[in-house]
T-cell receptor, first 114, second 116 residues
C-alpha cells in the first residue's frame, strides 16, 4: 500500500513568487492536513480538508491557501513568498477527520525562499 | 487553547541505556487524543502510538513503552535498551476533536542521540 506522496521534495523560489505543493494521500483516506515545520516555530498546523471541504484552518495569513480534489489529492499554495516561508511542509492523511485513526505523514516538501 | 510541552530539547545516551522522553499537555476538553511521532533525518513523521483520553492503560510495544497519567497531564515515552537506530527527533502531539474538524498540536520535539 503506497504511503503519502508529496511533490516536489525540494523547491527553491524567489521572494515574491508563488508556489504550489502537492499531496497524494493513502488510497481510501479522505482527510488531508498540512503542517509547516521551521526551526523557530516548530510544527504548526496550516489547514485540514475532508471531502473537498476545508474543515479547519490554523493561524496563517491569507497568502497560504489550499484545496482538495474529488480523488482526495490536495494542493497548497503560497503566494507572494517571503523569506520566512522557508520551511519543511508536511502533509498528513487519515481515514477520517476525527483523529480516531492515526495520521500518516509524507516526507515533506522542503521549500527554500531566496 | 491546547499546548504540549517537551521540556527536554536534546538527550544523549549510550547504546543499551534506557531513556524516557517527557511530555506534558494542556487542554480543556475531556475527549482528546495523544500521539508520539518519530522524525528521522529523512523528514517524514513516523507514527508510534495514539492514546485516547479515556484509556489510561500503559502500553508496551517491544522496546517502547508509554505512561499516560491524566492526573499530571503527562504522556511519557520510554525506550528500553536504546539502539543507534533510535536516534531521531521525537514529537508528542495532542488532538482535540471538535465539530470544526481536528488538528494536531505538537510539542517542540526532543532530539535523541544514541551513541554506540
Amino acid at each position: 500500500k503506497a504511503g503519502v506522496t508529496q511533490t516536489p521534495r525540494y523547491l527553491i523560489k524567489t521572494r515574491g513568487q508563488q508556489v504550489t505543493l502537492s499531496c497524494s494521500p493513502i488510497s481510501g483516506h479522505r482527510s488531508v492536513s498540512w503542517y509547516q515545520q521551521t526551526p523557530g516555530q516548530g510544527l504548526q498546523f496550516l489547514f485540514e480538508y475532508f471531502s473537498e471541504t476545508q474543515r479547519n484552518k490554523g493561524n496563517f495569513p491569507g497568502r497560504f491557501s489550499g484545496r482538495q480534489f474529488s480523488n482526495s489529492r490536495s494542493e497548497m499554495n503560497v503566494s507572494t513568498l517571503e523569506l520566512g516561508d522557508s520551511a519543511l511542509y508536511l502533509c498528513a492523511s487519515s481515514l477520517t477527520a476525527q483523529m480516531n485513526t492515526e495520521a500518516f505523514f509524507g516526507q515533506g516538501t522542503r521549500l527554500t525562499v531566496v | 487553547a491546547q499546548k504540549v510541552t517537551q521540556a527536554q530539547t536534546e538527550i544523549s545516551v549510550v547504546e543499551k541505556e534506557d531513556v524516557t522522553l517527557d511530555c506534558v499537555y494542556e487542554t480543556r476538553d475531556t475527549t482528546y487524543y495523544l500521539f508520539w511521532y518519530k522524525q528521522p533525518p529523512s523528514g517524514e513523521l513516523v507514527f508510534l502510538i495514539r492514546r485516547n483520553s479515556f484509556d489510561e492503560q500503559n502500553e508496551i510495544s517491544g522496546r517502547y513503552s508509554w505512561n499516560f497519567q491524566k492526573s499530571t497531564s503527562s504522556f511519557n515515552f520510554t525506550i528500553t535498551a536504546s539502539q543507534v537506530v533510535d536516534s531521531a527527533v521525537y514529537f508528542c502531539a495532542l488532538s482535540e476533536v471538535g465539530t470544526s474538524g481536528s488538528r494536531l498540536t505538537f510539542g517542540e520535539g526532543t532530539q535523541l542521540t544514541v551513541n554506540p
